[in-house]
Each structure stands twice: as structure tokens, then as C-alpha cells.
């Protein structure tokens, strides 16, 4: 079946380590997105991408890196730069500008997310 | 500045009894809306979506929103609510684009039995 598959689903950090969670997606979407959501905040976008080997940053890039070398997979970093990275993550992909024929796309598919705790 | 509002952070229905979640947003224009459900420790569900047209939307698990521009509102109801409902909404807006998608804090639904 078509999804979006995230991995690890836990994972645990040291202080000052980075850690990369990966994001892969087999539904030919052109767009990919990274959210982080904590308990009240709702999601924040933390970056897309549009198009492989282009990416922009979201509303709360500090400290998280990323990559678009596939279209399948986007890869998110939390580097040791994030003050607080404990969190649930999410990521999600969307058909992208160049499939709005039919007013059936253009909704966010999500996998079943990350957690990431820093011990 | 623009934003997406839930102004209820947790609401409690009895089973059976009519529900209504709060959403109102504000950007220029009426943007392109959807209501996400979210179970514990899993991702979002779409559970219906307005682009334009008819102002009342349909959506699964028996959902419908309707889009009142007048009051910038998007409000999710279901007429008989059951215990497999209880769950997280999220409210969410993107622009014409689709670049981004703004997503409001959440409801939390409880349901009594």
C-alpha cells in the first residue's frame, strides 16, 4: 500500500548528539514537510520541500537540518543546536503545485510519526 | 498576523449527543481548509477538506464543516457522536500555493459513555 513511512518510531538522545529521523514515501508525492507538535502548540513547520534538492525553512528551522537528494525520502537532523528537541515529529508529503487538476489533491498525508525524547 | 484558532482546548460530549469544534482563521481571502484527526501517538487523518463551491462539506466517519466567510469560521460538527470519536482535531489552513499549511492548536474530544 501507498503511505508514508517514519523511523525510528522512539527514539532516545544524549545531550549534544545529533540524531536523524528518516521520512520515506512511495505515493509519487513532489512535496515533503517536517512538523514538530508539542502538547497544546498544535504543529509547527519546521521545513518543506517543494521539489528534490530544494528545501525552505518553516517557522521554527533552528537547529534542524535537512536534505532532498530522492524524491521518496526527507530526512530530518536535530543537531545538538536545538535547545529543546524533545518532541513528537511528523512528517508529510502532498501531490505539490504542479497537481491541483481536479480539486482532489493538494491534502497532507502524514506518516505515524517520531518521538523523540533527550535524556 | 495570520493565524488558525480552536478556541476550545478540550471539550466533553456525552455518546450520542451533537458535537461542534470551534475553528476561525484569519488571512485575506478564504483559504483552503481542513479538519485532521489525530489518535494518540499516531499521525493526522484527513477527515474532510473545502478548496470552494458548496460551503457545507462532507467528510468521513459522518463529519461535515461549513465554511461561514463572514465570520472567517470553519466549524466541524456530527450530529451523534460516538465513542471511537474521542480523539485530537486539528484545524488547518494552506494558502493558494499549497507551500504551506497552518495548522490551529487542537481539541481534544472526550466522550462519555
Known amino acids: 500500500d501507498g503511505g508514508i513511512t517514519q523511523s525510528p518510531k522512539y527514539l532516545f538522545r544524549k545531550e549534544g548528539q545529533n540524531v536523524t529521523l528518516s521520512c520515506e514515501q512511495n505515493l509519487n508525492h513532489d512535496a515533503m514537510y517536517w512538523y514538530r507538535q508539542d502538547p497544546g502548540q498544535g504543529l509547527r513547520l519546521i521545513y518543506y520541500s517543494q521539489i528534490v534538492n530544494d528545501f525552505q525553512k518553516g517557522d521554527i528551522a533552528e537547529g534542524y537540518s535537512v536534505s532532498r537528494e530522492k524524491k521518496e525520502s526527507f530526512p530530518l537532523t536535530v543537531t545538538s543546536a536545538q535547545k529543546n528537541p524533545t518532541a513528537f515529529y511528523l512528517c508529510a508529503s502532498s501531490p505539490g503545485q504542479g497537481r491541483l487538476a481536479g480539486m482532489n489533491t493538494g491534502e497532507l498525508f502524514f506518516g505515524e510519526g517520531s518521538r523523540l525524547t533527550v535524556l | ?113
Open chain 2, 1 to 113: 498576523a495570520q493565524s488558525v484558532t480552536q478556541p476550545d482546548i478540550h471539550i466533553t460530549v456525552s455518546e450520542g449527543a451533537s458535537l461542534e469544534l470551534r475553528c476561525n482563521y484569519s488571512y485575506g481571502a478564504t483559504p483552503y481548509l481542513f479538519w485532521y484527526v489525530q489518535s494518540p501517538g499516531q499521525g493526522l487523518q484527513l477527515l474532510l477538506k473545502y478548496f470552494s463551491g458548496d460551503t457545507l462539506v462532507q467528510g468521513i466517519k459522518g463529519f461535515e464543516a461549513e465554511v461561514k466567510r463572514s465570520q472567517s469560521s470553519f466549524n466541524l460538527r456530527k450530529p451523534s457522536v460516538h465513542w471511537s470519536d474521542a480523539a485530537e482535531y486539528f484545524c488547518a489552513v494552506a494558502l493558494y500555493n499549497f507551500n504551506k499549511f497552518y495548522f490551529g492548536s487542537g481539541t481534544k474530544l472526550n466522550v462519555k459513555p
